[in-house]
């Protein structure tokens, strides 16, 4: 169970370190009438925060329910996505495939949670 979460916290933490880095790849996943950039980087950090929260004993829970809250928000976004002519993720495949891993992300998210009470 150690290993799962510190592999789900550093996997947040550098998803949220991505936004800064390539910002411009996030930008094509938000929508044109909220303002991009900022948009962008309050993800990032929520994501990085979320990703330090699941590595501190004291706030796994609030982590994995952030996490939890996080995805169902992103969901509607990769449906979008998917439905797209030129998906921001890439290819049709990946965006079709970034469906299940996001509810790969809800089922960690809820697990590590059930297993921490």
């Known amino acids: 169970m150690v290993i799962l979460v510190a592999l789900f916290g550093i996997l947040f933490m550098v998803a949220g370190i ?20 900022m948009v962008n980087y309050i993800v990032g950090l929520i994501e990085f ?7 501190i004993p ?10 939890f809250v996080l995805m169902l928000l992103f969901l ?27 509810f790969l992300f809800l089922y960690i998210a809820y697990f590590i949670y059930q297993s921490l009470k």
Do not use: M
């Not at 925060?49 to 590595?55: K, N, P, T």
């Open 18 to 37: 991505a936004h800064f880095i390539k910002p411009k790849f996030y930008n094509r996943f938000i929508p044109n009438f909220l303002p991009k950039l």
């Open 49 to 55: 925060f979320f990703g330090v929260g699941l590595l």
């Open 58 to 67: 004291k706030t796994h829970s609030y982590a994995c329910l952030g996490i």
């Open 76 to 102: 509607p976004i990769h449906l979008w996505d998917a439905t797209k002519k030129n998906p921001a993720i890439g290819s049709k495949l990946l965006a079709y495939i970034r469906i299940p891993v996001q």
